[in-house]
């Protein structure tokens, strides 16, 4: 069975500084996709960044960026330049097939990040 | 601005009462979804309709009853519900099934209160 591992329940960077938040996971699949979401106090679910397994080069968006180690099951999060308005919950998710055709997200338990002036 | 748009925002209501709640997606997206969301846990899905037909139910209680009528509409039909029901239920999109790793796309969610 897939599963998710976020082992940083918290987190605190200052403003314009760097963090990175952890996440790995499990899987006996070959092809997959793997995504990060910020859910922000207003608590709406917003993709921050998506990587194919496939595709070896890291997904960059931006200030955000992965650094993907498929060997090790590793997908974490890079925030350059870190904002207040990054403040939020990350969710690392992990997409899985299901038997029919249709897919589904499996959530790590998120890490909180604060951003500090 | 969202693009799902769920209503209403928040619900507060009894346990013997009925609601439903709606959410709508104009992307032409042909998979939507129906989660759960406890304080500081992450979604837990519920259901999954493709085509406007359903295709995952999570094991979810009947006292949740989710409808599908067209590819721009889901609902969630409550009745009586009970206290440990109360959460965020959120609705999300994605593009149709034969694109695989589509991101789903989240609304902001209804408030949920079972007095």
């Known amino acids: 069975a897939q599963t998710v591992t976020q082992s940083q329940p918290e987190m605190s960077v200052q403003e314009a500084e760097t963090v990175t938040l952890s996440c790995t996971y499990d899987?006996?699949?070959?092809?997959?996709?793997l995504f990060w979401y910020k859910q922000p106090p207003s608590r709406q679910m917003i993709l921050v960044i998506r990587?194919?397994?496939?595709?070896?080069q890291n997904a960059t968006e931006n200030r955000f960026s992965v650094n993907f180690q498929k060997a090790a099951k590793s997908f974490s999060l890079k925030i350059s330049d870190s904002q207040l308005g990054d403040t939020a919950m990350y969710f690392c998710?992990?997409?899985?097939?299901?038997?029919?055709?249709?897919?589904?997200?499996?959530f790590g338990k998120g890490t909180k990040l604060t951003v500090n002036p | 601005d969202t693009e799902v748009t769920q209503t209403p925002k928040h619900l507060v209501m009894g346990m013997t009462n009925k609601k439903s709640l709606k959410c709508e997606q104009h992307?032409?997206?042909?998979?939507m979804y129906w989660y759960k969301q406890k304080a500081k846990k992450p979604p837990e899905l519920m259901f999954v309709?493709?085509?406007?037909?359903?295709?995952i139910n999570e094991s979810v209680p009947s006292r949740f009853s989710p409808e599908c009528p067209n590819s721009s509409l889901l609902n969630l039909h409550l009745h009586a519900l009970q206290p440990e029901d109360s959460a965020l239920y959120l609705c999300?999109?994605?593009?149709?099934?034969?694109?695989?790793?589509?991101?789903?796309?989240f609304g902001d969610g209804t408030r949920l209160s079972i007095l």
């Open positions: 999300a999109s994605s593009q149709d099934r034969d694109r695989v790793g589509q991101p789903q796309h």
């Open positions: 899987t006996s699949e070959n092809n997959y996709y």
């Open positions: 309709y493709s085509y406007e037909k359903l295709s």
């Open positions: 998710a992990f997409m899985k097939h299901v038997p029919g055709g249709s897919e589904k997200l499996v």
């Open positions: 992307m032409g997206h042909r998979a």
């Open positions: 990587q194919e397994a496939y595709k070896q």
